[in-house]
């Protein structure tokens, strides 16, 4: 691999993170990017290495990338700037705003229970192919035709897919506007947020190819982060291959708004920044969408205990976000993680190409250095 160029910006007293992001390339990293806010000031926005696996195009500082289910707290940010301009109510029967929803006795199921992942809708039923994520009419059918897999409010399980099409199916309900439109003219246009639900054609040149773990340069062992503790529910979701389907023209311009945002780090950053600062919701509204729903109790698909709230995933034990609690965020498959830490101020988003078995073993080496200096 030729020796990866990192370009960007940090600030006096981070430079240890700077280092770590740099020696990531002496694992497995391809092409990355990494932005931090704290008190609104950027104090680390840097970007290196390469969008391709043959390592002969540079990342800059405005290439984009999928990634996965990152995009659903950006997602969860649009259902928080709905509440907030008091179009649509958590508390409420997803059905008041979707009629069809509330088949097989469903009428009763909150909007609070769908993006917590209690609903019981977690995967396809009847199973779908891929290409049949690219319907979004035959999609929400069927999970409106479901009947939950669980009584909903009584378990929670990810949603790893469906989640995207019932929160974009209520964002497209209550305002007449698809999922992407709407975080384009609500979060992305305001913040000047170079996040993309929805990419045009025209900007498929900006993209990085994802490069799935099986072509990673050092063989990776699986994952024992996790170990299951029980059997995990069987989904029926389509398999999503990293080159061949999400790299595709297809894919990149769907509107999936569980998997296949497609942004840069500085984007993710400030979208995160803008919840903290007021610019899209009020306190009150924040503490809403980031209240702990599912109270630690274990994930049905995961095997796990799992910290969640109105379709954020809260600090865990794991501290994916840093040492509080407080901070709430989503990763993606792969590794890219974006969260914000009310209680220093701090918003985080990391974003690479190279996929990584171990999830968010790059990210939590650079979320233990930043706060190192903090």
């Known amino acids: 691999m030729p020796a990866p160029v990192i370009d960007g910006h940090i600030s006096s007293g981070f430079e240890s993170v700077g280092e770590m992001f740099t020696r990531l390339w002496d694992d497995i990293e391809i092409g990355a990017a990494l932005t931090v806010f704290r008190d609104n000031e950027r104090i680390i926005d840097l970007h290196g290495g390469f969008t391709d696996r043959n390592c002969t195009k540079p990342w800059t500082e405005d290439t984009l990338v999928?990634?996965?289910s990152t995009s659903k707290g950006i997602t969860a940010m649009a259902l928080a700037c709905l509440v907030e301009d008091g179009l649509l109510d958590y508390s409420a029967p997803v059905a008041e705003y979707w009629p069809e929803f509330g088949a097989e006795r469903k009428f009763d199921l909150t909007v609070t229970q769908a993006l917590s992942h209690q609903a019981g809708l977690y995967t396809f039923n009847p199973a779908i192919e891929t290409a049949d994520l690219y319907n979004w009419q035959s999609a929400t059918f069927n999970i409106a035709s479901q009947v939950p897999s669980w009584t909903p409010g009584k378990g929670f399980g990810y949603h790893a897919i469906t989640w995207g099409f019932i929160a974009g199916e209520l964002i497209q309900r209550v305002t007449g506007e698809s999922p992407g439109s709407y975080i384009r003219r609500r979060i992305a246009e305001p913040l000047s947020a170079d996040v993309h639900l929805g990419l045009s054609a025209s900007e498929h040149h900006r993209c990085a190819d994802l490069v799935g773990p099986n072509h990673a340069r050092k063989v990776m062992p699986e994952s024992k982060q996790h170990p299951v503790t029980f059997e995990r529910l069987r989904s029926n979701d389509p398999p999503l291959t990293p080159y061949?389907?999400?790299?595709?023209p297809d894919w990149r311009k769907a509107e999936l708004p569980s998997s296949n945002m497609h942004a840069t780090a500085r984007g993710?950053?400030?979208?995160?920044?803008?919840?903290?600062?007021g610019t899209l919701v009020s306190g009150s509204t924040l503490r809403l969408a980031t209240e702990e729903?599912?109270?630690g109790e274990v994930d049905l698909c995961f095997g796990r205990p799992v910290r969640r709230s109105r379709g954020f995933i809260l600090n865990c034990d794991d501290c994916y976000a840093g040492p509080e609690t407080a901070a709430f965020g989503h990763s993606g498959t792969g590794g890219s993680v974006a969260f914000a830490d009310p209680v220093n101020n701090i918003s985080f988003a990391y974003v690479m190409n190279q996929m990584d078995r171990d999830g968010r073993a790059r990210a939590n080496q650079l979320v233990a250095s930043l706060f190192e200096c903090l």
């Open 293 to 295: 729903i599912t109270d």
């Open 244 to 248: 061949r389907d999400v790299c595709s």
């Open 268 to 277: 993710l950053a400030e979208c995160y920044r803008g919840m903290l600062d």
């Open 66 to 68: 999928n990634v996965y």
